[in-house]
């Protein structure tokens, strides 16, 4: 599974277009298909082994999503470092004694502005006349 994901990356990298029925894209998915069909072996699979294939297959439609899409990125490094902020003032103060729900709310806010190439203030100002209009 790990080299499968490997070579998934490396054709994103390769790719200069992105069109579904590209015949590296199919053989990926031929490939998944492949190894979640493998029975698993019957002399004690692990726990571990059996959950990961289970979740596999449930999010088997969203496993290589980024070999369509050009702005989905083939790792969730972007989610990790918007994350790294809660998580240093987490542990810096301790722990939120109240208001973390709503700080969470704005950082990702904010962060999605910055990563839309949005003014912060400007997407507040829409947001704000749009609830005004719709009272």
Do not use: W
Request: glycine share 4%; proline share 4%.
């Amino acid at each position: 599974m790990k080299e499968l994901f490997q070579e998934a990356m490396k054709l994103k990298q390769e790719a200069s277009f992105y069109d579904p029925k590209d015949h590296g894209t199919l053989a990926i998915e031929r490939k998944l298909d492949d190894l979640l069909a493998q029975p698993l072996d019957k002399n004690s699979p692990s726990k571990k082994t059996i959950v990961f294939k289970k979740t596999m297959k449930k999010h088997r439609g969203y496993l290589f999503t980024f070999l369509y899409h050009v702005e989905v990125p083939p790792d969730n490094n972007g989610s990790e470092r918007v994350i790294r902020n809660f998580k240093v003032k987490l542990k810096v103060s301790g722990q939120f004694k109240t208001g973390h729900h709503i700080f969470a709310k704005l950082r990702s806010f904010a962060d999605t502005c910055a990563k839309q190439s949005v003014p912060i203030f400007k997407a507040m100002n829409i947001i704000a006349n749009d609830r005004v209009a719709t009272e």
